[in-house]
């Protein structure tokens, strides 16, 4: 008898695979006709599941149960609903931050009737010291004790997951496209690894929320290809930029105080990179400040090259060369304001009286932060 799983609003195959205890290798073998992208799969679409032939008939007892996230629902709120134990259906679901479910996620339950742990006692109430905290590894399991109802706040729950190691990437990418929706093309897969490459290779960049809105900048700057390139429009537009060629003597004076002092400068030092590195003075400085003396003014397109316009990134965030602003100013472990870290590449739009696209910008980085929580490894 051929077993089926039908494809519900916000599944992914990773998710089908863990519902079915199989592997999505499994799952994309068996249904390779009509499966030819593990992350494009449809509502409604039908999965051809591995024969339970052999498997072993589960008493009635241990029927599977499980509930299916609504939205508003908490790990606390399901547990109670449930009269099961917060801290066994955080295990069984091996879920690494129980502030991030969704709506449409399906929760394992433990089996009715199983005794739920007296944890009276167990560890003293109140606030988790933050020295302990700052000991846990980046990455790193959550002590089970934290687990429990007493100490659920939202910093102690969030406060290990903002330092970073490594992502498994099938579960980013799962997770990006449940946040963002639509498909990613093959190139910006691969540009997107890139950067997580970039990110777990620094070790100086370990904030979650800094890389969430890092990103979710990228994105935005790069036009969602998340690769560097060019500030876009045609050439006569970059004359705003040029201390002889801008139609007013605001803009020729703004070019000359950037370091554009000759005709042509305001193409030539025009926007590059994943955050678009502007201004002759600003080419100067930043490839100074990263060892490369004069080569970024002599050949601008240096700045193209993931590897570099990765470190021109890092650096300007960090030191707020770009406008004065850093993004540690706006994003840390303990503060998170993504709308005004725009701050840090932009200024306030004159026509409409806010940050350049800080709104989008924000929102991006929101379910960045997401993205990233749910796919650190262990």
Known sequence: MKHEHIVEKGQTLSRIATIHKTTVDELMRLNKDTIKNR?????????????????TATPPSQSKREHIVQSGDSLSKIAKMYKASLKEIIKLNKIRNPQLIRPGQHIALPPEGQKIANTSGSRPLGPVPLKFLDTIQAGAALPDFLMLPEYQTSYVLARPFLTCGKFNRNVFFDEYKTQFGGILKP?????????????EADSETTCLRQIAYMLATTKHETG?????????????????????LAATQDQRDK???HGNKTKGDGYTYRGRGYVQLTWKDNYKRVGQRLGYGLQ????????????????IMIYGFKTGVFTGKKLSNYVTDTKKDYYNARKCINGIN??????DHGEDIADYAEK??????ASIEK
């Open 224 to 244: 969602h290809t998340f690769e560097p390139i060019y500030e876009r429009g045609r050439k006569s537009y970059f004359n705003k930029y040029d201390p002889v």
């Open 368 to 373: 960045f932060e997401r993205t990233l929580a």
């Open 296 to 311: 970024f003014v002599k050949n601008p397109d240096l700045a193209l090259k993931p590897e570099i316009a990765y470190k």
């Open 255 to 257: 070019a000359k105080r």
């Open 350 to 355: 004159k026509d409409t009286g806010k940050l």
């Open 187 to 199: 190139e910006q897969t691969i540009a997107l690894n890139q950067l997580l490459d970039f990110f």
């Open 39 to 55: 992350h494009n799969i449809k509502t409604g679409q039908r999965i051809i599941l591995p024969s339970t032939e052999q498997k």
